[in-house]
C-alpha cells in the first residue's frame, strides 16, 4: 500500500515545533506491515516557509508546495502540483482542515481519509468574530473525504453532524509510554507543579498563576513550572509579580521532549487549567508518565481521564483548581507511577494508533476501491472483518452449552468463530457435553477468579478476540440461524460500531420490543429518539476499535448490572443501528441458575446505577440523554425490583432507605426525569421514595402499575407531557411496532 499525507502543519526551521503530532502520526502509519511507502507533502505557509522544497525529515520523504489559505489562486496552484504528487498513492491522507482546500472541487483518485484536531470545531467561542462566521462554510469541507477521523468523540459528535452516515470515526492522537521515574517522596513539603502548551488564551496561564497564589493563601509550599512559549508570557510574569508568586512560576520557554520528560519526573501533579482541548495531549502524556493531573473540564480529556487520577474543573476559578489541587494531591499520594500510567496503558501508543489507521485505510479502500493503483488487493487481504468472534462463559456443565455452541456453528458458522471461555471450570468438561462434531470447531480458554459474575470470563474472552468484531452469548441463550449475518449485512449499511439485535423470549416468534426503536428506522439509531437505553445489556454486534476508544469493560464480580453501564455508554458514545429484521438472539428460560434471578439487598440488586450516575461520560451527555437513561433506570431496574419482591416482610427499614436514596439520585442527576412516567408509575415513584409508606402499599402500587392499558397507566400526571416521547402513549405504541415488525 502506498499512502500520501497532506498536511498544512509540519516542522520547518521557522517553526519546529508545528505539526508534532502529524510527525508521530505518519511514522506509526509507515510502521504498519501492510504499508510500502509513505510520503507526505507540506502545504507550507508563508509564515513558516523556510524555502526548502524537498527534505527527509525523520526519515519521512516531504515535498513542500507553497499555499496560503487565504488566497484562491494560490489553493488553485497548489492543487495543480498535488494532483502530480499524490499520483499512484492508494490512500491520501490529509491532515488538517486546511489540508482539504486543494482537493474541494477534485478528488483525488486513492482512496481519501482525513484527519481531523481543530479545537474550533468544538468551541467555536475561542474564534474571532469573522472566523465564528465562516465556519459553518469551512465545516462542510468535511463532507468531502471518503472518511474522516477524529482524535476523540467529543470532535467526532459534531464532524458527524455534517457528514451523516458517511464513516467517520476516532483515532486518538499518539501518546508513547516509556520508562517510569518514581514518585518522590514529598519530605520536603513542597508540591511541585507542572504545565506543557503554549502562553495563549486558550490555555490560561493567568488563571494558573492565579491558582498558584491562592494555593500560597491556604499555606501550601508550591512551586508551577509551565513548559512553552507565547504571547501571554509577559502578562504572565506580570501577573505573576502583581500576585507575589513570581518566585514560584518558572517560564522555561520551548523545551525539547527530553525537558519536557525530566519535568514530569520532577512533578507531583499536571497542572493545565485549559479552557478548550480536543486531545489535549500533554494531560495524556503526564498521566503516561505516572503523574495525576488537574484539568480545565472542556474538551476530549474527560474521555481517558479517570477519577481516581484526575480532576476535571469546569469554571475558570482560581479558587475551584485549588480545591481541585489538593483533593487530588490527598487522594493520589499512596499511588505509585505504574498504577497513574495503567488507566491509560498502550490504549494511545503508536502501535495502537498505526493498527486503528491501517483498519480505516483497508475499511476505505474495500468501500471505495479506485483505477490505477493497488487499492482492491489491499481491501480484499487488509479489512479483517469479514469474520465475526461470538464468546460464550460458561461456569457449569448444567447449563445448555451445547445448544449455544450448535447455533453459532451450524447457523452461523459461515461468518463466525467461536470461543468458549470456561469460567472457574475446567475446559473439558465443557468440551464434554458438546456434540462431538463441534468439539474441534471451538477455540477454549480457561478464566478463574472469585466471582459467580460472567462480567469476568466475558472481557477475558473478548480480550482474547481473533477478529476485530466481537459478540456476547449466554451459554443458555442462541442465535437463530443468519443473525450474524445480517448483523453485518447492517454494518456495511450504516458504518455503526454496534448493531443491536434483535431480542426473543424462549422461542424465535416471541420478539421483546426492546428498544422501542422509531419503526421506520433503518439507518444509524439515536440513544434518544431510538430509546436505546432500554438495551440493558450489549447483545449483538461490537467493533472492539469502539470498545477500546472507549475504555469499556463489564464491570467483574457484578452479578447484576455487569454490563448496563457498558452498553448504556457504547449506545451513547459510539456509531449504532438496530438490526430491526434480521434473525432474533434468542434469550433461553430453561436455566434456573441465573444470578440476575437471585433476590438480592436493593443495594445489590441496582448497585450499579451510583457509579454509573457519577461517571464522567454520563455527565458529559445532553440533559435529554441523560433524562432517557434516568427513565429507563426507573421504570426497568428500580420498578422491576419492586415488582420481583412482593413479600413485605422483606422489606426492611434498611431496604427502603436504600430504595429510597437510589431514586433520589435519579431524580438529581436527570432532573425532570419523572415527569413521562405514567400517574400510576409516579405512584409508585412516591412510595419508593418515602421510606414510611407501608410496605403493602409500595406493592399494591407495583402491582397497579402493570395493569396496561388502565388509563392510570396510560397518561401522566401532567398532559403536556402526554406525547412524550417517554410517555406510555408513544413508548407503547413504538414497543408494538418493535414486536409486529416483520422480518
Given at each position: 500500500m502506498r499512502v500520501t499525507a497532506v498536511t498544512t502543519w509540519f516542522p520547518t526551521t521557522r517553526a519546529p515545533a508545528r505539526g508534532s503530532f502529524v510527525v508521530r502520526d505518519v511514522h506509526a502509519i509507515a510502521a504498519l506491515p501492510e504499508v510500502d511507502e509513505v510520503r507526505l507533502v507540506h502545504l507550507v505557509p508563508p509564515a513558516d516557509d523556510d524555502g526548502t522544497r524537498r527534505l527527509v525529515h525523520e526519515g519521512i520523504e516531504v515535498l513542500r508546495i507553497p499555499m496560503t489559505v487565504s488566497d484562491p489562486r494560490s489553493i488553485a496552484r497548489a492543487a495543480r502540483a498535488l494532483r502530480t504528487a499524490v499520483a499512484g498513492a492508494d490512500v491520501v491522507h490529509t491532515m488538517a482542515l486546511s489540508s482539504v482546500l486543494p482537493f474541494v472541487l477534485r478528488h483525488p483518485c486513492a482512496a481519501w481519509i482525513h484527519t481531523e484536531h481543530w479545537s474550533a470545531l468544538t468551541t467555536p467561542a475561542s474564534l474571532s468574530g469573522p472566523a465564528r462566521a465562516a465556519l459553518p462554510a469551512l465545516v462542510r469541507l468535511l463532507r468531502r473525504p471518503d472518511t474522516v477521523t477524529a482524535v476523540c468523540e467529543l470532535l467526532a459528535r459534531p464532524i458527524r453532524a455534517v457528514r451523516g452516515a458517511a464513516p467517520t470515526t476516532v483515532v486518538p492522537c499518539i501518546v508513547e509510554p516509556g520508562p517510569l521515574t518514581t514518585r518522590r517522596d514529598r519530605a520536603d513539603g513542597t508540591l511541585r507543579l507542572v504545565s506543557t502548551g503554549g502562553l495563549i488564551e486558550r490555555k490560561d496561564p493567568l488563571v494558573a498563576v492565579a491558582t498558584v497564589a491562592e494555593l500560597v493563601a491556604r499555606g501550601v509550599d508550591v512551586r508551577l513550572t509551565w513548559l512553552g512559549d507565547g504571547p501571554l508570557r509577559e502578562a504572565t510574569l506580570e501577573r505573576a509579580r502583581a500576585l507575589g508568586v513570581d518566585d514560584r512560576v518558572e517560564l522555561p520557554g520551548n523545551v525539547d521532549g527530553e525537558r519536557v520528560r525530566a519535568e514530569l519526573g520532577g512533578a507531583d501533579l499536571f497542572f493545565g487549567p485549559t479552557r478548550a482541548d480536543n486531545f489535549f495531549v500533554s494531560a495524556a502524556e503526564a498521566l503516561v508518565a505516572g503523574r495525576p493531573v488537574v484539568l480545565g473540564a472542556t474538551g476530549g480529556q474527560g474521555e481517558y481521564v479517570r477519577a481516581s487520577v484526575g480532576r476535571l474543573v469546569d469554571v475558570q476559578d482560581p479558587v475551584a483548581y485549588a480545591d481541585a489541587i489538593m483533593d487530588l494531591d490527598a487522594a493520589t499520594r499512596d499511588l505509585d507511577a505504574a498504577q497513574i500510567a495503567a488507566t491509560i496503558g498502550h490504549a494511545f501508543s503508536s502501535a495502537t494508533v498505526g493498527r486503528r489507521y491501517g483498519e480505516v485505510y483497508a475499511a476505505a479502500l474495500q468501500r471505495a476501491p479506485r483505477a490505477g493503483g493497488r487499492s482492491a488487493a489491499v481491501a480484499e487481504g487488509a479489512v479483517g472483518e469479514g469474520r465475526v468472534e461470538v464468546v460464550i462463559a460458561c461456569h457449569s456443565v448444567e447449563r445448555p452449552l451445547a445448544r449455544a455452541v450448535a447455533s453459532v456453528l451450524e447457523g452461523n458458522g459461515d461468518v463466525a468463530d467461536l470461543t468458549v471461555v470456561a469460567h472457574n471450570i475446567e475446559p473439558e468438561a465443557l468440551r464434554a457435553q458438546l456434540a462431538p462434531e463441534h468439539r474441534d470447531a471451538v477455540r477454549f480458554l480457561h478464566h478463574r477468579d472469585a466471582h459467580r459474575s460472567a462480567s469476568g470470563p466475558f472481557n477475558a474472552g473478548l480480550a482474547a478476540s481473533r477478529h476485530r468484531l466481537v459478540s456476547i452469548l449466554g451459554s443458555d441463550d442462541r442465535l437463530e440461524p443468519g443473525a450474524v449475518a445480517s448483523w453485518l449485512a447492517v454494518r456495511e449499511r450504516t458504518g455503526a460500531e454496534l448493531v443491536l439485535t434483535r431480542l426473543a423470549l424462549g422461542r424465535p416468534g416471541a420478539i421483546v420490543p426492546t428498544p422501542p426503536v422509531r419503526p421506520w428506522r433503518r439507518g444509524r439509531t439515536d440513544l434518544v429518539r431510538d430509546r436505546l437505553a432500554y438495551r440493558s445489556a450489549?447483545?449483538?454486534?461490537?467493533?472492539?476499535?469502539?470498545?477500546?476508544?472507549?475504555?469499556?469493560?463489564?464491570?467483574?464480580?457484578?452479578?447484576?448490572?455487569?454490563?448496563?453501564?457498558?452498553?448504556?455508554?457504547?449506545?451513547?458514545?459510539?456509531?449504532?443501528?438496530?438490526?430491526?429484521?434480521?434473525?432474533?438472539?434468542?434469550?433461553?428460560?430453561?436455566?434456573?441458575?441465573?444470578?440476575?434471578?437471585?433476590?438480592?439487598?436493593?443495594?445489590?440488586?441496582?448497585?450499579?446505577?451510583p457509579p454509573l450516575l457519577e461517571a464522567a461520560w454520563f455527565a458529559r451527555l445532553r440533559p435529554a440523554a441523560r433524562r432517557a437513561i434516568a427513565v429507563k433506570i426507573l421504570r426497568i431496574h428500580v420498578f422491576g425490583a419492586v415488582h420481583y419482591r412482593p413479600d413485605p416482610a422483606w422489606w426492611s427499614a434498611d431496604q427502603r432507605t436504600a430504595l429510597a436514596a437510589h431514586c433520589s439520585a435519579l431524580l438529581e442527576a436527570a432532573p425532570g426525569c419523572e415527569a413521562p412516567l405514567s400517574r400510576a408509575e409516579r405512584s409508585l415513584l412516591d412510595a419508593c421514595l418515602d421510606p414510611t409508606v407501608d410496605a403493602e402499599v409500595l406493592i399494591a402500587r407495583s402491582v397497579a402499575r402493570r395493569r396496561h392499558g388502565r388509563p392510570s397507566t396510560l397518561v401522566p400526571r401532567a398532559l403536556g407531557h402526554a406525547l412524550d416521547r417517554e410517555a406510555p402513549l408513544r413508548f407503547m405504541g413504538a414497543s408494538l411496532a418493535t414486536r409486529l415488525r416483520r422480518r
Open positions: 450489549p447483545l449483538g454486534l461490537m467493533d472492539r476499535v469502539a470498545l477500546d476508544r472507549l475504555g469499556l469493560r463489564l464491570v467483574e464480580g457484578a452479578g447484576v448490572g455487569g454490563d448496563v453501564a457498558f452498553v448504556t455508554r457504547l449506545c451513547a458514545e459510539a456509531s449504532t443501528a438496530y438490526d430491526a429484521g434480521g434473525p432474533p438472539y434468542v434469550i433461553g428460560e430453561d436455566a434456573g441458575d441465573r444470578v440476575t434471578y437471585e433476590v438480592r439487598p436493593i443495594d445489590e440488586q441496582i448497585g450499579f446505577v
